[in-house]
């Protein structure tokens, strides 16, 4: 555990709403002794080397990825893509890169889009802390259906 | 062959069931010299560089990453690239990660869903610890249509 | 940020409209003072390395690559080919490279295409240099719900 | 041409039929002098991390991977995991692993799937000997609808 | 630009035409200073390692890799993680292999594939070499609309 976390947060103009600035926020209430480096780039594409970069240059110990995909078939691939991505960064520097991607298209209007985008920035900053300066805390939450975004889910016994 | 075989188990806070634990049991069982690290994520995206981690930082022999993808179609999109993600891990670690990946979908209900967990982990736990300690066991099971996660499937004659 | 920017423009012969020139024609403008160099390749999955030769041999700090995938369902699945080398081309040199694909069935007819070439292209080669030169000015477009091809979407808000 | 092949065979537990036993027999015969090591897997996706510590521990030349991807959907997206990795393993090796694969769906009923197993397994077998001891063998059938599994096809004329 | 350029052919068995030799010939004739090695492996998904091997045990300055995917969905596949190898293996060494792949499926009938597969081949053999030799030959044609396989597409003013 790292005496002073180093976080970075990285975000995109396309997205239709400012979650890297209610990602700073949360993680400044959490872990206040954090040192923050946030960059934003044009698209999610772009997220991939972005982080990677926060990781390397900056050294940052965890880094969140805020992007929205739009709502066409193309976007899906888009996202894939950029997620792929986000998979070898963290592969090739052995840090997490926690990705809070909403999907234009999973609130059933402006609102509800809102309300998503709200709680799964809220909730991934927080896990972000916690796997950095805490992971008893997600220890005791395995397998117990966390969800970001909605609601959690009901947790079954094994 | 190593002497004292060290295995790890990757899960996550997602999941509806605590496979972790149970994993975690098996292996105790299977291999009572076994020193077992264990590690919990926030999702199944999570898993591949936590399992890197696993293999490198704490000179883990073997992983085994448990996870359960959601049911949306996008869930099917994120287990595909956590699975790459574990495939990459494995080739640049030279060591064997095992997938225990229940989908959410594949359940008839509840009380089926988690008899599915149950097997697949335990089987696949039994299997972590075969291929560290006894290979030949492997060997003499091959192409017999082991299943894990349901009832083995009728051996064809060549 | 690097006294003299040094730009790559990567383009196709494939392509149905000279994007690259445009490009360059943008940068010159933004950035009198960058270097550029600019190669063509046969087609959108030749880009990836020849970004990455831009990258290295010509020590580019940032690459434009414009291509056109076809309307055929395989030009999807090359599109995709491609955009996941233009991945790995980036997380490989820790440098952007910004894609500016445009399909050719994204517009509705001839001059909805080339407007939509237009646009993107000029669009995404002002991002090139504002992402090498002038960050800030990303940053404060952040979550602003910017497109390059279409008008901007509408921002919400958090 | 190395004076003494060493052939890696690795196979999993969950195909319905012991292909590994059958590539086993065809390499010796084939290539009476080889040196030959098997590994057994638990499924496909296990695959590609065996295949390249056979080629780089055992000093493998080439690999034979054998395996029966599932008939649900799900299966195909691990075959197509299972394939990359395959991919990643070679070229990180510089070495042929010759892809074995028989989909449970294939057969038109248990005689006929074990039939492609049969033929597919002893055709990919000799194509290994070839490329290792004999490569002016494949050079000969360029191009001439060479099938595994099945008939040829018919050569056309350029 | 090398002063003896040195090109690669890969080509597979499992095409149902002679497409190497006809990239033989065409190089032959367009770089008669060329020095070329071709390989032939059993089908597309080998050709990956196999340019890669050209391009660093041959030393090869670039590589034409020449198959033909099957009509069945499977082969759609199989293409897709060939096309990815040959990315990879373009961007772990900085050198192209154009990729000439024709679907079987592509052609109205055989004497139409076959028409498909000449004029490609040929295009693609000659692009080879320009990039090799005349970079400015492919430039002068940025956005023209240039296909391999069939006719030109329309060009568009920007």
Not at 44 to 57: G, N, T
Not at 127 to 132: D, F, I, P, S
Request: some cysteine; charged content about 25%; overall charge positive.
């Amino acid at each position: 555990m790292p005496k002073t976390p180093v976080i970075g947060i990285a975000d995109t103009m396309f997205a239709r709403a400012d979650m890297g600035s209610l990602a700073e926020q949360t993680i400044r209430r959490e872990a206040p002794q954090a040192i923050i480096y946030r960059v934003t780039v044009p698209g999610i594409k772009d997220l991939p080397v972005a982080c990677k970069r926060l990781l390397e240059a900056r050294k940052c110990h965890i880094v969140v990825a805020l992007g929205m995909p739009g709502k066409m078939p193309i976007d899906q691939q888009c996202a894939h893509e950029a997620s792929l991505g986000i998979q070898w960064a963290q592969l090739m520097t052995n840090k997490h890169v926690l990705e809070v991607f909403v999907h234009e298209g999973e609130g059933k209007n402006d609102q509800d889009l809102a309300e998503v985008m709200r709680n799964r920035t809220i909730k991934h900053a927080v896990n972000a802390v916690k796997l950095l300066t805490d992971p008893g805390w997600l220890r005791e939450r395995a397998g117990t259906g966390q969800r970001q975004g909605r609601a959690n889910a009901r947790p079954l016994k094994l």
